[in-house]
């Protein structure tokens, strides 16, 4: 594995890490390098950029301390991350392989934080350079799989593997059948999340002191939420900050439901978010506020609750309803375990990716 030393999301070197050219590290069996990068916060777009740029050029420079390979994996985005993987691959005479969680720079198009018909040209020819250049083209939805569909560099290298958990990390607990009901939202509070429509649907149930919600995360929006929280408005709102990611099963059992959100974007509806199955892992019914794929997985697999994105009123009623029927919750949860052992276990996740990188690099 290549990647920089550890800064997300305040833009400082987490201790015991410096900044440094390369160095390299075992953990739990793997050989880790990382390489130099200008750490920035996650908000604002120079910095980022500056960022991206800095481990792109730093891991290309240090690629040789990774060894031989017979295959390159790169998640975009980053952008510009996948952009120098053509090069890292190419000094290694090695099968590209493009991971896709998300059509960047289309989602930063739709979300307005990139506007400069130039910068949005470029964008767009290092996109296209990267699906040209790339042996496999992997993508987690229906939705990205069909944008995908419409570029003639991707034609015919295009491969869906859904989102997994390991059951494991995130076993079953039961129910609890009454006291506090506690609402968990467990991920980044980034642009894309609109995490300020559940403050919005707590606010109007501040009335209701048996209803409680903890969100565990941090990200772009995170300083705006703190500051609304600050005024006192929503006070049956906990917000944790950064928790590290082996925590984030205890919060589901602690938990008696998830919410999880997107923004009302046309972008959104082709997209699964990991933290849906976490929580169907771990038996909790979720509170969906979003439309298109993940909705319709929701409803087909019967383990939570959908309601359109962005409407807080209709998110405060579905919490609420939720609270009073602890045995339709119960039920929920269970469906969405079933759903995640029988269909998005990381075990058949890896069986698919096996495949798929034998057969690339054969």
Known sequence: ??????HYPDGVIQPPYRNRPWQTEEADGVRVVRSAVYP??????????LNHVSFGLSSVASSPASGPADAVIVETPPLLLAGASIAYAG????????????????????LGTLRRPRLVGAARALEHACYRRAAAIVCPTRGIETALGFLEEAGGKVHRIPPSVDPELFPASPPRANGTFKV??????????GVGTLVDAAEL???????QFVIAGDGAEGPELRRRLADGRAPNVTMLGRVPHERIPELYAEADAAVVLLRDRPLFEGALPTKMFEAMSAARPLVLSAAGEAATLVKEVSCGVVVPPERPQELAVAVADLS??????GRLG?????????????????????????DVTR
Do not use: C
């Open 40 to 49: 920035a916060p996650n908000r604002g777009f120079g910095r980022r950029i």
């Open 205 to 211: 149930l501040d009335d209701s002191p048996e209803i």
């Open 324 to 329: 009073r029927d602890r045995a339709r919750a």
């Open 91 to 110: 000094t290694k005479e090695a099968a590209l392989i493009v991971n896709v969680s998300d059509m960047w720079p289309d989602s930063a198009v739709a």
């Open 334 to 358: 269970a469906a969405g375990r079933q759903a995640v052992v029988e269909g998005y276990s990381r075990e058949r996740a890896f069986d698919r990716w096996y495949e798929l990188l034998r």
């Open 1 to 6: 594995m290549h990647t920089g030393f550890p």
């Open 184 to 193: 968990l939202y467990a991920g980044t509070l980034g642009m894309s999340q």
